[in-house]
């Protein structure tokens, strides 16, 4: 169990990146309340979930619009090919945990850091 | 309708076939392309591809389990339109009768006027074979010349510097980008390129390649002369429809499209890159080169394909395009014209992250994200509803 940050730190509506893992994890707050968590790197090409769209459970990939659904990781919308790994969510006395996949992760081809 | 031919395997054509299905069409299906490869993603043939970091089999766009049920009609070219029985002729001398048309047969790379096809060493940037021909010819250490300062021309000379050859680019304009961003905004950038040490000489023309049979420089209109081993010719495109000429369809910088995609003849829709649709903001028909063109108006333009033109065009989302430079992000989503005010509104242009966002009489109509991804994404959301709602 990893933690991520304080429950009051990601209001509804908002994310975290959780770059201290490789590869980073995103962290979800729905507007319904519910907590998710995927790997942050798009399956299609370099960019952070934590970065895009959250509407419902669902998140947009801010550069091509590739959408995931959160619960499951599936994609709801191409050019994304591969789900995103999801990750378990944990809120203990008010820090959200990570719990990690133990299943190998979908990252893009030709990712690399951009902070060249 | 009970036959659509799709002319063009690109994003776009592939997107049209998809959209087709999508919306019940169950009838027989062609896709016709030029190319001899099944649909790929072109963004990264100037960037990963170029690179190395991606192959071939990266760049496809259809899943393992894709099944569109269609006839695939590859490595052959669309040479004419009948309208009298919308029957497509190919270049192989056989045709295509379809109760609708699909027409997405994208752009040509700009050459420059009089160019030597013979010049060895010299490319333009389109298609997966020019990219696999111009890796080929990026070898470290080399001197590499662009002309065109555009995005792909950036991208390309991003690419190389990173290879290690040594690069110069060459702009006719003052700035580079300056149609696209404006000027302020296009000089901005263009300063990354000199930040790592890239040549940027604005505000001149070429006058002529030089060589035997391969180049070795570049004569510019101010007397100057680049040493070359490699020159990337990224001068824009135009849009592929000569083979539509005498068709009836109406034809401008582009298909002439209504803003649903509907051309000028019946059952003939037309999207991607060769389509200029008319945009109701801009109050003219507007061709737009992006990837999220491509992506997002076929689903549009088959409904009006198969509604008989009846289906309600749908509201347009500002254009938006991205381009990865020396390991930054740039993304640019409206329009902008001279007269527009720019403000920047977070970061720091010298600090190589920041907003700006563009506005005419107090409306904004335009922003530019520099590795302000998430910033980015909400003004681009923003755009979406104020020039749509």
């Known amino acids: 169990m990893i933690p991520a940050c304080p429950l009051a730190a990601l209001p509804r509506g908002e994310a975290f990146r959780l770059d201290t893992v490789e590869p980073p994890i995103a962290v979800f707050h729905t507007d319904d309340g519910e907590l998710y968590a995927v790997d942050d790197t798009c399956t299609h090409q370099d960019a952070s979930l934590a970065d895009g769209w959250l509407e419902g459970c669902e998140v947009e990939c801010p550069l091509h619009a590739s959408r995931f659904d959160l619960r499951t990781g599936e994609v709801d919308a191409p050019p994304a090919k591969l789900p995103v790994r999801t990750h378990g969510v944990v809120v203990e006395d008010g820090t959200v945990y990570v719990v990690p996949s133990d299943l190998p992760p979908n990252l893009p081809p030709g990712a690399r850091a951009r902070t060249a | 309708m009970r036959s659509v031919a799709v002319i063009g395997a690109s994003l776009a054509g592939l997107y049209a076939a998809r959209a087709l299905r999508d919306q019940g069409f169950d009838g027989t299906l062609t896709i016709v392309g030029s190319e001899r490869h099944r649909p790929y993603d072109r963004p990264p043939l100037s960037k990963e591809f170029l690179a ?27 040479s004419g339109l009948d309208p009298r029985d919308r029957r497509v002729l190919l270049a192989d001398g056989t045709s295509i009768a379809a109760d609708g048309v699909v027409v997405a047969t994208g752009a040509t790379a700009r050459t420059l006027p009089g160019d030597s096809p013979t010049l060895e060493g010299v490319h333009t940037l389109r298609t997966l074979d020019d990219a696999s021909a111009l890796r080929a010819d990026l070898v470290p250490g080399r001197r590499l010349v662009v002309i065109g300062a555009g995005f792909i021309g950036a991208e390309v000379a991003s690419t190389a510097c990173e290879l290690g050859l040594g690069v110069t680019i060459v702009e006719t304009a003052p700035a580079p980008l300056a149609r696209a961003l404006g000027g302020e905004m296009g000089t901005a950038l263009g300063a990354l390129h000199e930040e790592r040490g890239v040549g940027l000489i604005c505000g001149v023309a070429v006058q002529a390649l030089t060589g035997g049979d391969r180049v070795d420089g570049v004569l510019l209109a101010d007397g100057q002369r680049l040493d070359a081993d490699v020159v990337l010719v990224g001068i824009g495109a135009r849009p592929e429809i000569g083979w539509l000429e005498g068709s009836g369809v109406e034809l401008g910088d582009g298909v002439l499209c209504d803003s649903g995609g509907g051309t000028s003849l019946p059952g003939v829709v037309a999207v991607g890159d060769c389509a200029a649709w008319f945009d109701p903001g801009l109050g ?60 920047v509104e977070e970061g720091d242009v010298a600090a190589r992250s920041f907003l700006a966002v563009y506005r005419r009489e107090d409306r904004p109509v335009a922003v530019l994200g520099v590795d302000q991804v998430r910033q980015f994404t909400r003004w681009r959301r923003r755009l979406a509803t104020v020039n749509t709602g």
């Open chain 2, 284 to 343: 003219r028909h507007h061709r737009v080169e992006h990837w999220t063109g491509a992506v997002q108006r076929p689903a549009a333009a088959t409904a009006t394909l198969l509604s008989g033109g009846s289906a309600p065009a749908p509201p347009q989302a500002p254009p938006y395009l991205w381009s990865d430079q020396y390991g930054m992000r740039i993304q640019f989503a409206g329009h902008t014209l001279p007269g527009d005010t720019v403000t």
């Open chain 2, 52 to 78: 190395g970091r991606m192959t071939e089999a990266d760049l496809a766009l259809e899943t393992d389990d894709e099944d569109l049920a269609a006839e695939w009609r590859l490595g052959v070219r669309a």
